[in-house]
Nanobody, 120 residues
Framework: VQLQASGGGLVQPGGSLRLSCVASGIIYNINDMGWYRQAPGKQREVVAGITRGGSTNYADSVKGRFTISRDNAKNTVYLQMNSLKPEDTAVYYC???????????????WGQGTQVTVSS
């Protein structure tokens, strides 16, 4: 199983970006999916998560600005980021809890990360 993240880039404060992350490989189903980020010199932190049924949760720092969503048919999770701030600058990683066959245990997978830079 591989997770491929895309959509990062350089944006001015107040701007928007949309991240995507596609899971590929031998996949029976995907449970929780999420986005994390790691800024220089800081630990990786959770940004947002979404269950297979669509329940979401967000870090307090992004509530009201970021929206996580998923397309189960496409094994894809998205992160719409609005009103971006310089403190949102980080490498963003996607995460998925994947079951590769019926009845098997699920394993945690990570994408390669995509850089988001918010600067004027």
């Amino acid at each position: 199983v591989q997770l491929q993240a895309s959509g990062g880039g350089l944006v001015q404060p107040g701007g928007s970006l949309r991240l995507s992350c596609v899971a590929s490989g031998i996949i029976y189903n995907i449970n929780d999916m999420g986005w994390y980020r790691q800024a220089p010199g800081k630990q990786r932190e959770v940004v947002a998560g979404i269950t297979r049924g669509g329940s979401t949760n967000y870090a307090d720092s992004v509530k009201g600005r970021f929206t996580i969503s998923r397309d189960n048919a496409k094994n894809t999770v998205y992160l719409q980021m609005n009103s971006l701030k310089p403190e949102d600058t980080a490498v963003y990683y996607c995460n998925a809890d994947v079951r590769s066959r019926f009845g098997a245990r699920a394993y945690d997978y990570w994408g390669q990360g995509t850089q988001v830079t918010v600067s004027s």
